[in-house]
């Protein structure tokens, strides 16, 4: 990957206006999923086609071998994340993104999703800790300001 690219897009995500941070974020998410190529990808949509059909066991198993095959791609392991997060195995959710952070530290959606973890087990100051990581790559981002919120509300 392109660092320089990377950067400039890590960048837009600051900037004031939507449409640029919106396309950044676009570009960002299909280099994160492209990033092993056709492989990578072919699998991640499998195993999505299988989530979306309610087979989570088959899923995670094309997810787990992508990872067996593929460690340091950041992408298969934040949607074995979401897969978790989706049958409420929040802990183990949390192992696969804060794997994700390791690989790719910029990883806003890992960032957001550990934060759902750590709220849903009750445990609001991680959640807040997790949400304000991603709010600093991505400072514009409504929802995780409104969890911060929600999580301060629940802490008081």
Same mark, same amino acid.
């Given at each position: 990957m392109d660092?320089?690219?990377?950067?400039?897009?890590?960048?837009?995500?600051?900037?004031p206006d939507e449409s640029v941070r919106e396309q950044a974020t676009r570009k960002l998410w $299909?280099?994160? #999923?492209?990033?092993?190529?056709?492989q990578g990808?072919?699998?991640i949509d499998r195993s999505q086609?299988?989530?979306?059909?309610?087979?989570?066991?088959?899923a995670e198993v094309v997810l787990s071998k992508l990872i067996e095959i593929?460690? %340091? #791609?950041?992408? &298969?392991?934040? $949607? $074995?994340? #979401?897969?978790?997060?989706?049958?409420? %195995?929040?802990?183990?959710?949390?192992?696969?993104?804060?794997?994700v952070i390791q690989i790719n530290p910029h990883h806003f959606g890992a960032l957001h999703g550990m934060g759902l973890c750590y709220a849903a087990l009750g445990q609001y100051?991680?959640?807040?800790?997790a949400f $304000?990581? &991603?709010?600093?790559?991505?400072p514009y981002s409504l929802v995780n300001q409104k969890l911060?919120?929600?999580?301060t509300v629940r802490l008081s």
């Open positions: 660092s320089l690219f990377i950067n400039s897009l890590l960048e837009d995500l600051k900037n $299909r280099i994160w #999923f492209q990033q092993k190529g056709v990808l072919e699998m086609k299988l989530l979306d059909a309610g087979k989570t066991t088959e593929q460690p %340091d #791609f950041a992408e &298969a392991w934040n $949607r $074995r994340a #979401f897969l978790y997060y989706t049958i409420s %195995d929040y802990k183990k959710s949390l192992l696969d993104c804060q794997k100051k991680q959640a807040m800790k $304000r990581q &991603a709010l600093e790559i991505q911060i919120l929600e999580c």
